[in-house]
């Protein structure tokens, strides 16, 4: 008779295809179409908690497919060039602020918005 898996293998699946997105960044995303897939072939016969996970995981591919597909149509056009260096600068900003609030014990002075 086959045990039940113990919490440790439940969660060894979505962990592998955490790791498998994250390769995705370094591998031309060969990694994360792994990933998805095997996402799909999981999600049925989880645990309730980890149909969230993989559900999670499977709009990250989706989600980062439109996301990819955007930048690379604007690339085409070369607007993409000129956000990439604007996108850097706001995150740069953004952490600085939150960070100096952090240090002075404050919450962000505008958390709602989506610049700084």
Not at 21 to 34: D, M, P, Q, R, S
């Amino acid at each position: 008779m086959a045990q039940p898996p113990t919490p440790r293998d439940e969660i060894r699946a979505p962990q592998i295809i955490y790791a498998l997105y994250l390769a995705g960044i370094v591998t031309a995303n060969i990694t994360l179409l792994i990933g998805v897939i095997i996402a799909y072939v999981y999600r049925k016969e989880a645990a309730p908690w980890l149909q969230q996970h993989y559900r999670y995981l499977i709009r990250t591919f989706w989600i980062g497919t439109l996301y990819a597909c955007i930048a690379f149509l604007l690339s085409i056009v070369i607007v993409a060039t000129l956000l990439w260096p604007l996108l850097a600068v706001w995150l740069g900003v953004r952490c600085v602020l939150g960070w100096v609030d952090v240090r002075k014990g404050l919450t962000p002075a505008r958390p709602n918005s989506w610049l700084w």
